[in-house]
């Protein structure tokens, strides 16, 4: 049975960084796309980056577009998220999501629902 594992959250002040990393274990099954989600207390999760398995294209939202980096290691079945100049409002719990079924669109998928394989998350705060 397929895992996804995260690691690498943590506390961090306001303009600092942090990387989180997830890495599918446990089975074997051909990833399509990845991606980060995020919920931060009171609000839905919502969807943060995401990454294309083939050829590295990636998604953000626009929230953190220019700050986060998502990237995959192919050896290591593991995606990465990089994310600089944190900000207090970019605390949440941060869910890596995988997707083992084939893309239909040339899009790189947003929803969470496009993603079958999810981890428990890891928690990052963001102080001020």
């Known amino acids: 049975q397929v895992q996804l594992v995260e690691s690498g959250g943590g506390v961090v002040e306001a303009g600092g960084s942090l990387r989180l990393s997830c890495a599918a274990s446990?089975?074997?099954?051909?990833?399509?796309?990845m991606a980060w989600f995020r919920q931060a207390p009171g609000k839905e999760r919502e969807f943060a980056a995401a990454?294309?398995?083939?050829?590295?294209?990636?998604n953000y939202v626009d929230s953190v577009k220019g700050r986060f980096t998502i990237s995959r290691d192919f050896a290591k079945n593991t995606v990465s998220l990089q994310m600089n100049g944190l900000r207090v409002e970019d605390t949440a719990v941060y869910y890596c999501?995988?997707?083992?079924?084939?893309?239909?669109?040339?899009?790189?998928?947003?929803?969470?629902?496009?993603?079958?394989?999810w981890g428990q998350g890891t928690q990052v705060t963001v102080s001020s």
């Open positions: 446990g089975g074997t099954f051909r990833t399509t796309a």
């Open positions: 999501a995988a997707r083992s079924y084939p893309l239909f669109t040339e899009a790189v998928p947003t929803l969470s629902s496009s993603y079958n394989y």
């Open positions: 990454i294309r398995w083939s050829d590295g294209r990636e």
